[in-house]
């Protein structure tokens, strides 16, 4: 049992670390905006491809932070209804979000597979005038977002049934 947790504390620690990265992701992608925003406003000019990069920088960006945001369950819940109800109905709650959040993430994560594949052996690039922009290490970042969702979905479903109400409650990682 010991090194289950020492597994999913490593885990966790990795997914915060995951986080900070797309946090510098999505500063990244912001600092590019106010530059493309500045260069349109004052000099008639353009970043180019910065549209490209921008949309694809945030989904890489988001779902690099996901499994952290999973990890804590994080995930906005309707807390009018959930503070005013019963024990059991908490559970009920919390028990039908993690199985939810399981569901999803596993399609997510199957449905990835084949255009993170065809991303890699295709070559695709996104474009805008003159810059391409390989898609295969947004996909992977995608693939690999969903996937460690699922596997925190799971882990938080675990404790949930195991705990009882409020175990989806962790510790901060």
């Known amino acids: 049992m010991n090194v289950i947790k020492k597994i999913d504390q490593v885990l966790a620690a990795f997914s915060k670390g995951l986080c900070f990265l797309g946090a510098v992701v999505i500063l990244f992608q912001m600092g590019m ?7 349109r406003a004052f000099f008639h000019s353009t970043v180019v491809g910065a549209s490209v990069i921008a949309r694809n920088t945030l989904i890489a960006g988001v779902f690099l932070g996901l499994p952290y945001v999973t990890f804590k369950s ?40 084949n255009p993170t594949v065809k991303a890699f052996t295709s070559g695709q690039f996104d ?42 409650q962790t510790k901060e990682v």
């Not at 905006?33 to 260069?39: E, F, Q, R």
């Open 127 to 168: 474009s805008e005038a003159t810059m391409l922009m390989p898609m295969w290490p947004i996909y992977t970042c995608v693939l690999f977002g969903a996937v460690f969702s699922t596997y925190a979905a799971v882990r938080c479903l675990v404790l949930t049934l195991a705990g009882g109400t409020g175990a989806y």
């Open 74 to 113: 994080s995930h906005t819940r309707a807390e009018v209804f959930y503070t005013n109800a019963r024990p059991t109905v908490k559970f009920a709650m919390d028990v039908l979000a993690e199985v939810f959040g399981v569901v999803v993430f596993a399609l997510m994560s199957y449905s990835l597979v």
């Open 33 to 39: 905006i106010v530059v493309d925003v500045c260069l």
